[in-house]
Nanobody, 119 residues
Framework: QVQLVESGGGLVQPGGSLRLSCAAS????????MNWYRQAPGKERELVAT???????NYADSVKGRFTVSRGNARNTLFLEMNSLEPEETADYYC?????????????WGQGNQVTVSS
């Protein structure tokens, strides 16, 4: 089992920056990739950024060059640094961990963290 607890959301002005954190606990050794998703009101959840256990990162085209995903030195914290935020990026942001235990795959989610971009 893996538990994910997010923090760092809030209100930011257009063009501003915000950093989200996701603290993982439990069987973190089983995690092979972690993701950030977001879901805006009335829209489907979309993948924003991915980082693998080897620290290979990928981003949605809409956030490339503005967002940075990283993991802490202790490997149990996931970060999303967001710069030049736009009002349409107002959404609930979710941390996600993909893990494997033997041949069984698991999908874990954080509770979600609201980000509001508004003046």
């Amino acid at each position: 089992q893996v538990q994910l607890v997010e923090s760092g959301g809030g209100l930011v002005q257009p063009g501003g920056s915000l950093r989200l954190s996701c603290a993982a606990s439990g069987s973190i050794f089983s995690i092979y990739a972690m993701n950030w998703y977001r879901q805006a009101p009335g829209k489907e959840r979309e993948l924003v950024a991915t980082i693998t256990s080897g620290d290979s990162a990928n981003y949605a085209d809409s956030v490339k060059g503005r967002f940075t995903v990283s993991r802490g030195n202790a490997r149990n914290t996931l970060f999303l640094e967001m710069n030049s935020l736009e009002p349409e990026e107002t959404a609930d942001y979710y941390c996600n961990a993909l893990a494997s235990h033997g041949r069984v795959e698991y999908d874990y989610w954080g509770q979600g963290n609201q980000v509001t971009v508004s003046s």
